[in-house]
């Protein structure tokens, strides 16, 4: 938290210009591509990491299918999760969020920047429909990054929660590649008392194809990519 409050303050004097483009491109996507949309998110989430002194390190990008849409899985940990995957990941991805977290000033910008998806949780039919765009778009070739955990504790400490089986539905209807993500130390940056400069891990395991988990019942996919997920994270910090 004292970290996110650094940040802000660090950018105060850009931070009116920066928005301003952001906005600008986010409403005219007719007009900028999605290349050059998310150029612009990897360049915010550049600046506010030289100036908070936050480093972010990949492993297994090699891992990342090639030739279609995939549906990443990562562990949630905080606020920079979705930041420190964009970061490193070469190609335009979005995600899903929640509708009420996702219209506060500069969020509101990168969620319309990546056309991400706004959930709203306490409404069961608007999520079968976002089930069934998100699936359609993966089948057609988009990247998106789902947190199965639903959400985070502060000062999560890289502790890995139960998996919502739900989020896998998803996975079912667009039969594409399942991408497990073990984060590590995302917790320090935005979701901590730590205030000195931090190094976060993002470790792109080894995709599940849809041959793999099609006879799976959502449960056990969960499973399956939960005890990965903390496979990797065991196995880095001994």
Not at 74 to 86: F, R, S, T, W
Not at 153 to 161: A, L, M, P
């Amino acid at each position: 938290m004292l970290k996110l409050l650094y940040v802000i303050f660090m950018n105060l004097h850009r931070a009116p210009y920066m928005i301003s483009k952001m906005r600008t491109y986010a409403d005219h996507p007719e007009k900028y591509s999605e290349e050059r949309r998310y150029s612009l998110v990897l360049h915010a989430i550049y600046l506010m990491n030289k100036t908070g002194k936050i480093h972010t390190v990949a492993f297994g990008t090699e891992n990342l299918p090639k030739d279609s849409g995939y549906i990443m899985y990562p562990n949630h940990q905080g606020k920079y999760d979705v930041l420190g995957i964009m970061y490193t990941h070469g190609d335009p991805c979005t995600f899903v969020m929640d509708k009420k977290k996702s219209n506060t000033i500069l969020v509101r910008e990168f969620v319309d920047l990546v056309q991400a998806k706004r959930l709203e949780k306490d409404n069961p039919r608007q999520g079968i429909h976002i089930i069934t765009d998100v699936a359609k778009d993966v089948a057609a070739g988009k990247k998106y990054i789902l947190f199965p955990e639903g959400g985070y504790e502060f000062n999560n400490r890289n502790k890995v929660c139960d998996f919502k089986a739900g989020s896998f539905k998803i996975a079912l209807k667009s039969k594409a590649p399942i991408v497990p993500i073990a984060l590590i130390d995302s917790y320090k940056v935005f979701n901590s008392f730590h205030i000195g400069p931090i190094t976060t891990y993002v470790y792109y395991l080894e995709p599940i194809t849809y041959e793999e988990y099609k006879d799976l019942k959502t449960q056990e996919i969960a499973a399956l990519v939960k005890e990965r997920i903390e496979q990797k994270i065991k196995e880095v910090r001994g």
